[in-house]
């Protein structure tokens, strides 16, 4: 490896009245520093190289001592891992390799005692292909109730051969799969807007907000304090799933509003959910990743009677140039005032190249960069940014490593490469996992105090420039 991390500084025990005081204000979300966790990579308790829930809980005095409010977690369900946890087998349990329901229980309490909030991952646009509802429509064949919950079609074709319509995977590749069927013959298709394993959900079908409505009381009821809703702009298709009539279809997104994302009966889903969240004490809230062409869409989804924030892409897609942060940052503000949310502002996550390396980039180059770039620069730059983030009016969310400055691992060796979208053509770039290496806790040993037992991902070594 050829970059070098900074060790983050010593947690800190000492209680803070202002975090205390903050989480328990009715409106704490509206001024919330929100922290993200990606627990495989924030810190390892058991020596296994993948981090853990109880490795979180171990933390929380440190996030505490950063002055954050509420924390918020990527998934840590039962999944196969095909795309690291957001595709989804059970709901309602804790994956063997970050623990499970009591070590999540633990986690609450602690935050809770420490004037932390805990924000879960929802992911309702897609379900596991191992969840046993899809296991169980494959078994049964066409005309299985089971099916009519997801997107199951009969191919095009004189054999049914070709896709039910022209839409592409988010990671390249068409977003339709052929099943082989229990008698063993090419059957029907299913819709993956992302990987093969990860089959949509049809949201028309009754059965499905029902589940998902029992999944948010279940979490509700542990106590949680609210949930990021994962591709909150995908659950609702156009009706007859029309062609989009074109390819290179991820050069649209972000552009228009697509057959498969940003469709308006959305809202009528969170309407529903809000309806149950408001059911609980304490201010509980809704985040939602929506990628829409414009900040005036977004607001739609946080209107008084749906989700409560809504993650600012705009923003944080925006180039270093100033007046460029300056108008996006006006329209912003213009855009949330008729509906009366905050603002939130986001420079880097799970998903995107770290901003330190981003920035150490010249322009143009999108939200998944290969370079190292000018670390100085990027540094420098990234300092400012998050400087000018958090004076922001509103809320804003902190990537883990953030406060340190953490560049992206650019020369991460192909064959320990992770991202599903790394594997399929003509999709993202596949370049996420440099974000998810995991983090330093030290200066020196294996892992940089990260783990006993190494990390899944190779970290880069110490001393090198």
Partial sequence: MSQQYSAAPAPTTRPDPAVATVAQRGDWWRDAVIYQVYPRSFADSNGDGMGDLEG????????????????????????????????VADYRAVDPM??????????????????????????????????????????EGPGSPLRERYHFRPGKGADGELPPNDWESIFGGPAWTRVTEPDGTPGEWYLHLFAPEQ?????EHPAVGDEFRSILRFWLDIGVDGFRIDVAHGLVKAEGLPDLGSHD??????NDVMPFFDQDGVH????????????????????????????????NYVRPDELHQAFNFQYLATEWDAKELRQVVDRTLEAMRPVGAPATWVLSNHDVTRHATRFANPPGLG???????????????????????????????????EELGLPDVVD??????????????????????GCRVPIPWTREGSSYGFGAGGSWLPQPRAGAS
């Fill in 249 to 254: 279809q991820l050069k649209l997104l972000g």
């Fill in 268 to 299: 009528e889903v969170y309407r529903q959910w809000r309806l149950v969240l408001d059911e609980y004490a304490g201010e509980r809230i809704f985040v939602a990743e929506a990628w829409t062409p414009t900040v005036e869409r977004t607001a």
């Fill in 56 to 87: 979180v809980r171990s933390r929380l005095p440190y996030l505490q001592g950063l002055g954050v409010d509420a924390v918020w977690l990527s998934p840590f369900y039962a999944s196969p891992q095909a795309d690291a946890g957001y595709d």
């Fill in 98 to 139: 970050f623990g499970n329901l009591l070590d999540a229980d633990a986690l609450i309490r602690d935050a809770h005692e420490l004037g932390l909030r805990i924000i879960v991952d929802l992911v309702p646009n897609h379900s596991s292909d191992q969840h046993e509802w899809f296991k169980r429509a494959l078994a």
């Fill in 199 to 203: 089959p949509d959900f049809n949201w």
């Fill in 367 to 401: 939200t998944q960069i290969r370079t190292a770039g000018d670390r100085a620069l990027g540094l420098r730059r990234a300092r400012a940014a998050s400087l000018l983030m958090l004076a922001l009016p509103g809320s804003a969310y902190v990537y883990q490593g």
């Fill in 412 to 433: 991460l060796p192909d064959e320990v490469r992770q991202d599903p979208a790394y594997f399929r053509g003509a999709g993202q770039d596949g370049f996420r996992d």
